[in-house]
Every structure is written in C-alpha cells, then in structure tokens.
C-alpha cells in the first residue's frame, strides 16, 4: 500500500514540485496551501509523514506540529519534517521543542529531500 504524505506549503511552485517528486517516488500526496487547510487534513485524514513550511498563511509550521502533537489524534506520533528559510540555532530548538522530526533548510535539493522522506517514512528508494 502507497504510504501518504500531507504537503503543507503556500508557495504554489514549491507545492507542485514536492507533490510531482514525491508522486515519482510512489507516495500519495495531500496538498495545503495554508495552515488551516492542514489541521483540517490532519484532523480528518491519516498520514504517514508530514512535511510543513515554517512561514504559512493562517498557522505557522511551528504551529500546526505543536497542535498535532498536543492534539493526540492519529497523526500525533507522525514524523514532521519542517522546510524553512529560517535556519538559526534558536529556530531550529523552537522546531524541536514543538515537535519536529527533521528541520530542512531552503533552498534544499529535491533528492536530498527524497531522501529524507524515505527514511522517515520507512522506504528504501525505488
């Protein structure tokens, strides 16, 4: 069975070339292109790992880990990989202290990220 991803981004490039890539890869992707949208997607749907940008409209990345994480719902213990601009020391302790697995900083490369995803998600690439 294709494990699936919920990919949480508000720029609509980044979006589609994360979806095409990991889709390539075999993963089924949700897309949100807010905050919001994605606690609707995590309260409702079932994932097996979560990639968020830090700088959304609506919810933060760092804002939606914290709720998934206190939400206790069946994506709570889901790993949460964060995409961010943002790489000084203090924002990566924010990621960890809100519950990030993997913090990625931009620009990063799409195989590199591939990677990332396989791990977490328990996949050898194909």
């Known amino acids: 069975m294709k494990k699936k991803i919920l990919i949480a981004e508000d720029e609509m490039v980044l979006r ?3 979806t095409e890539t990991l889709e390539d890869e075999g993963y089924d992707i949700d897309e949100a292109e807010d905050g919001r949208l994605a606690m ?8 097996d790992l979560i990639i968020l940008d830090y700088m959304m ?9 914290r709720w998934l994480r206190s939400e206790g719902g069946r994506n709570a213990d889901k790993p949460v990989i964060l995409l961010t601009a943002k790489a000084e020391e203090k924002d990566r302790e924010q ?13 990063f490369s799409p195989v590199e990220l591939t990677e990332i995803v396989h791990k977490l998600a328990g996949e050898q690439p194909s």
């Open 16 to 18: 589609f070339l994360l």
């Open 95 to 107: 990621a960890i202290q809100a519950g990030v697995t993997r913090f990625v900083s931009k620009p």
């Open 40 to 47: 609707d997607s995590l309260r409702y749907g079932e994932y």
């Open 57 to 65: 409209p609506e919810a933060t990345g760092l804002e939606v880990c």
